[in-house]
């Protein structure tokens, strides 16, 4: 049987999965006690300091100081492929038709499946060993969503490509296996469900009003004001209305802005500014939970849509999914949003 | 604020979710070390356990032994409505119009919530205190699966209620928060979106194919073999396709029906043979995983359906979900299903 990750799409539903055996090799160095993992097994060497570039794939992309070499010292925030990938580079795409999520008569056989292109990377967000992405200065927070933006570009350029998913996972019960802070991507030949569930979502509303429901969301919120929990000259947080878990946050430009690669490097640190404010305030109310943030933003192949709104979810993993959530897809959460917002505005730290 | 459990829609995608602030009181008697509870607190008696009718709700449904009263000993299986309920038998339902799903024109505002009615029941599988189901003699297997089929028929006659959510969850991981064997249902005035999801593929499916999709599957794992895990005269199980979690498996009816409702007891018994089988597989592989089980059986209004086929679906909490899960709904496991498969059929038990 073939080790070589595959995605392969449900038959009933049509939703994709991705088998990936060799990930099972993968170390993983976070235990399982405490809530979140706070610091390194002093054993063996982090891969992902300063010191210890031999230990990753080489670099992919990387902001460094002037004359440094690639793989060496001198790095302020380096990308590297992951090295227990659930995508392959390397890989031979099938045709597009192999991708399509297409039910019914254009679906084809009953089960389908195709190489699993695509990248995937990791963004070791700095060169010390820092486990809690609050404790980055602004400027490498900063530098961490421009890196964002420079790996959707440059990957876009892959024409196999059609999504690149970008998400932090932040302690062991939220899938991180290394404490050292650092994002993933996996850049994908399909479109994730649920960001195809939000682009069909947002049209539906702009064929009715020609309006982007995200502008719409943001206009009631700040009207409102009981979800939220933070703003700035051109972001907003808010707790989600209908949440999956408790304290899930959605942060928002308050223009529309349908591609995350527009953000400018003024922005990016603007928004590096107010995600810190508001995650120390999630650590603060809730202990510092386990939590994953992800970008949501158009598709590569979908030009610049009036309908979607770029944005960035952080869901704290406050509670275990059990058989409602699985097997309906329906969640329970036990915090009212405009409670959590409320704590959550209590628990800020001053601006600036 | 109100503390009545709501239902509300996620405003761009339309997913129904559930704030339950009165959960939030709910003991947690499993812990966290060890990947399923074993043992009973010691401290506190189980309200789950024969003797301990006074801590539970009054019981809604039982099989009790001739003559024995309601709420006192003699009974095999009891079911009581959930003491920390996620819905509200009591709440007036909002008009049908405010449960709807659909997008676009006809959604109405952009914040949609109403009142969560329904009905949210525990079903103690029996008065002995042992956590695992494989523990249950057949005939107490089989009258789970028959308590299953008497709680469906007797909440279709409340005409607010679209589908009854059935499941199990198997230690602290799965969402169990007590250990003693026991099911849960949710009935909901809504149908929720994995259900709807299956609806409207297996609906495409035979719109082009007029075959239910589901009996198409089930031909084609026979003929095929590389996913069957077991199969007994009328039921067959086998690792999905495209999993969500390493080692999911689905068992299904093999003759083509869509309601769970019309199951015999003669079915059910074999049913639960078979259930037992596997799950004994399932814990001697992969070390006694927590795990759901929940069964997909058609909406209480949607008649006899040609296109759906009821099924139990297994997910064993084989792998923690984390950014490209939760961000965008795509799966990563690392155990092809083939191979799963394989492992799980060696490790069955012999027959009767």
């Known amino acids: 049987m073939s080790t070589e990750p595959e995605l392969r799409r449900d038959p009933v539903t049509g939703r994709w999965a991705i088998v990936a055996p060799q990930r099972a090799l993968r170390p993983m160095a976070l235990s399982d006690a405490g809530p979140r993992h ?59 038709a192999a991708y399509s999520t297409e039910l019914g008569a254009g679906r084809g056989a009953l089960f389908c499946s195709a190489p699993a292109v695509g990248a995937a990377e990791v963004l070791i967000d700095c060169p010390e060993h820092i486990d809690n992405p609050t404790q980055l200065s602004d400027e490498q927070f900063r530098d961490v969503l421009r890196a964002y933006r420079e790996r959707l570009v440059a990957l876009a350029t892959d024409a196999s490509l059609e999504y690149v998913a970008v998400f932090k996972n932040v302690g062991a019960e939220a899938g991180a296996s290394l404490g050292h802070t650092h994002s993933q991507l996996i850049a994908l030949p399909i479109v994730p469900e649920l960001i195809q569930a939000e682009l069909t979502g947002a049209l539906a509303h702009f064929t009715h009003t020609r309006r982007c429901i995200f ?12 979800r939220l929990v933070a703003r700035s000259d051109n972001f907003v947080a808010v707790t989600a209305f209908a949440p999956r878990f408790a304290y899930e946050m959605w942060v928002l430009p308050l223009a529309h802005q349908p591609r995350y690669e527009s953000i400018t490097n003024g922005a990016a640190l603007e928004l590096a500014q107010l995600l810190k404010r508001v995650l120390k305030a999630l650590d603060e109310s809730r202990h510092s939970p386990a939590y994953n943030w992800y970008l949501h933003t158009t598709p590569l192949r979908a030009g610049e849509l009036a309908h979607y709104h770029w944005h960035l979810e952080v869901i ?8 409602l959530e699985w097997g309906g ?4 959460t036990t915090a009212a949003p405009e409670r959590a917002a409320s704590e959550l505005r209590a628990a800020l730290p001053a601006s600036g």
Chains 1, 2 share one sequence.
């Open 316 to 323: 704290p993993r406050t509670a275990r999914p059990a058989g």
């Open 38 to 96: 706070r610091s390194a097994d002093e054993r063996t060497p982090c891969p992902f300091c300063a010191g210890q570039e031999y230990d990753t794939p080489n670099e992919v992309f990387a902001f460094r100081d002037t004359g440094s070499e690639p793989n060496g010292p001198g790095w302020r925030l380096r990308v590297v492929p992951n090295k227990f990938p659930a995508v392959r580079r390397d890989a031979e795409p099938a045709t597009p």
């Open 215 to 226: 502008c719409d969301l943001i206009q009631n919120e700040l009207a409102l004001g009981a």
């Open 329 to 332: 897809g329906c969640h329970i």
